[in-house]
């Protein structure tokens, strides 16, 4: 019996280490992953991104496309297992609101922007800076183009106004979706008329438009134009219940570059966002090792041959 004994740990143990398995297989209830998705092209991508390998893996990923707000009260709920896009300090409100009831993974992106920005002809003209705008008041017809209702960024401009910092408290923030304000944008632009909005990188409007990021707004969205990082956030305790897809997502770190590009797939091309998230990922193989390290298959088989098998990767 002893020998038996040696004998089978011997095995298994030898099975790990050629395997690389650093996980067991996770229990039924985590085949189903939730993802949450303000409807950004950027946290579209990123979801793309964990959708193919989730889906390469055995498991099965399903994104809602939810304002901000009502994703957090999702994770808090239970509904939702994951958001990609914790845009910080933007949303900082939102991490100390639901502290007790989410999980901050780690970051999966450095070196965003998000803050107002103007198209280069107004740069030009003197428009560099916030306390620049009210000097045209006509030209900017006296609006701000944020993002969708309910997002934080929308109430910082909304607080600056209020509060009539920069001389802007008679001008008003339009609401809009991402799609909505970039075709504003681009009317504005082909027209020459002046637009202040909010822009943020990662996003192809950094290689398609010509502009330039305000500064002046270190009070609403932090120094350096807005620089952010954004986070991977999810329900309380979801990594210890879900151990395997809470490797991958410790794993998923992004760059700006590849969001820019996967982001020009679903808005230039009309890309799936998950189509365009698997044609990234077959051009750039080389990612792979890093997102899945220590990563196994929904039943508990190596995760990088099962992916790159999934995607007919040599």
């Known amino acids: 019996m002893k020998t038996f004994k040696k004998t089978l740990t011997a095995a298994v143990l030898s099975s790990i280490m050629l395997g690389g398995i650093a996980h067991a297989s996770d229990p039924a209830e985590c085949k189903e992953v939730r993802f949450t998705d303000p409807g950004w092209t950027d946290i579209n991508s990123t979801n793309g991104v964990a959708s193919v390998l989730l889906n390469s893996l055995g498991y099965a ?3 809602q496309t939810l304002a901000v707000p009502i994703g957090f009260e999702g994770m808090k709920n239970g509904e939702i297992d994951i958001f990609l896009g914790n845009w910080m300090p933007a949303q900082q409100k939102f991490i100390d609101r639901y502290k007790d009831d989410l999980d901050v993974i780690g970051v999966n992106l450095e070196g965003a922007k998000f803050t107002l920005a103007v198209p280069s002809y107004a740069y030009a003209a003197g428009v560099h800076d916030f306390a620049d705008l009210a000097k045209f008041p006509d030209q900017f017809d006296m609006r701000i183009y944020g993002i969708e209702a309910g997002a ?3 109430q910082l401009l909304q607080n ?13 923030v339009v609401e809009s979706g991402e799609q909505g304000v970039m075709a504003q944008v681009r009317r504005a632009v082909k027209r020459k008329e002046f637009i202040v909005f909010l822009g ?5 409007m950094n290689s398609n438009l010509e502009m330039n990021y305000l500064t ?4 609403y969205f932090g120094p350096n134009f807005g620089g952010a990082e954004v986070q991977t956030v999810t329900r309380s305790g979801y990594a210890d219940q879900c151990g395997n897809v809470g490797k991958l997502l410790s794993n998923l770190k992004f760059t700006l570059a590849m969001e820019n590009q996967i982001m020009g797939l679903i808005l230039d091309e009309k890309m799936d966002p998950v189509i365009a998230a698997r044609n990234w990922v077959k051009k750039n193989p080389d990612a ?4 899945l390290d220590g990563v196994t298959t929904f039943d508990g088989k190596p995760g990088l041959a099962a992916v790159k098998g999934s995607l007919g990767i040599n």
């Open 216 to 219: 002046g707004g270190d009070k």
């Open 152 to 154: 934080p960024a929308n």
């Open 288 to 291: 792979l090792d890093a997102w």
């Open 200 to 204: 943020w990188e990662p996003h192809p």
């Open 160 to 172: 600056m106004v209020d509060s009539n910092d920069f001389s802007l408290g008679e001008w008003r």
């Open 61 to 63: 990923p399903r994104v």
